[in-house]
């Protein structure tokens, strides 16, 4: 099968990560005319119309910024994100705030803000040692934190969810609603892999926790990964064939669950009934995917 085209899994900037030990690298780069600079408030970043908005640093300067980030470069260009240190507060700038959920931007803007609303949301909740409490300071370029106490190092995380489009014998589509949902929206199951466990493992586990379904295993496919940084997921995308059609809920976890046909979700989109991902998730992607072509909004 061809690959999965899934927004958040294209960039066209480079990380430079042997840059990031460079002693003074933010400060230089601010100090720059040709650096660019995205502004990060919580988990939205700055637009001007219809794009990101990237700023030369002395446009920015007078920002409270509570963390500089060294993104990466592209074209000769250096790119930082500066991340507003009270995502509550208006900051005096002439633009709007979009978050992941509503982006829809070229390759080089989008890799840029994902990896920075990535790095910022880690920052937000690992400001201090986990073994001795000490505030961290942030080093390498927004890409360390160091505790000065214990001298450990802290990297930004990434936590592995499995995400899978699961079709029975008929080749019917199994999709759910999350009852922190509202009437009519559905999506794929997913969940995250548990210590100790297998990508295929959390398929087939968490297909029978959620919905009581049987997964054949020899059937599971990998079809793409995209990160999801809110606030720090990896989702591994897959379609697997179910052995039962049975559906029993888990009820804390699945408010509502259904197979469907092409035929079936098709006319339940179009007259309102049901309510799909957004293009920006991997979810629409193998949603999408299984249906054969483009579902509309």
């Not at 980030?69 to 000769?76: I, P, Q």
């Not at 994902?114 to 986990?130: D, F, G, K, S, Y």
């Not at 100790?196 to 959390?202: M, T």
Request: aromatic residues 6%; charged residues 25%; hydrophobic residues 45%.
């Amino acid at each position: 099968m061809p690959d999965l085209d899934l927004p958040f899994a294209r960039a066209a900037h480079y990380r430079a990560a042997h840059r990031r030990a460079e002693p003074g690298l933010v400060g230089d780069l601010l100090k720059e005319g040709g650096t660019r600079v995205l502004v990060v408030r919580g988990n939205r970043a700055a637009m001007a119309g219809e794009r990101v908005a990237l700023f030369a640093p002395d446009d920015v300067a007078h920002l409270a910024v509570g963390i500089h980030l060294f993104l990466g470069e592209a074209d000769d260009v250096a790119y930082l994100a500066a991340v507003l240190a009270d995502p509550e507060a208006e900051p005096d700038l002439d633009v709007g705030w979009v978050g992941l959920r509503n982006f829809d931007e070229p390759d080089l803007e989008q890799g840029l803000v994902v990896e920075a609303i990535a790095l910022a949301q880690w920052h937000a909740v690992n400001m201090h040692c986990p073994r001795c409490g000490t505030r961290t300071e942030v080093t390498q370029g927004g890409w360390v934190r160091h505790c000065p106490t214990d001298d450990t190092n802290q990297f930004p995380r990434t936590d592995p969810a499995v995400i899978m489009a699961i079709t029975d014998v008929d080749d019917r589509l199994l999709l759910a609603r999350g009852p922190q949902w509202g009437p009519g929206r559905r999506s794929v199951l997913a969940g995250f892999v548990e210590p100790g466990e297998g990508l295929e493992q959390a398929v087939v586990r968490e297909t029978m926790e959620e919905v009581a379904v049987v997964v054949d295993p020899g059937s599971i496919e990998y079809r793409g990964s995209q990160t999801w940084p809110l606030p720090a997921s990896l989702m591994l995308g897959f379609r697997a064939r179910a052995t039962s059609t049975r559906l029993v809920r888990q009820e804390d976890e699945i408010a509502e669950a259904d197979w469907f046909t092409r035929e079936e979700m098709a006319a339940a989109v179009a007259d309102g009934h049901l309510g799909l991902p957004g293009r920006a998730s991997i979810a629409r992607s193998l949603i999408e995917d299984w249906y054969g072509a483009r579902l509309p909004d």
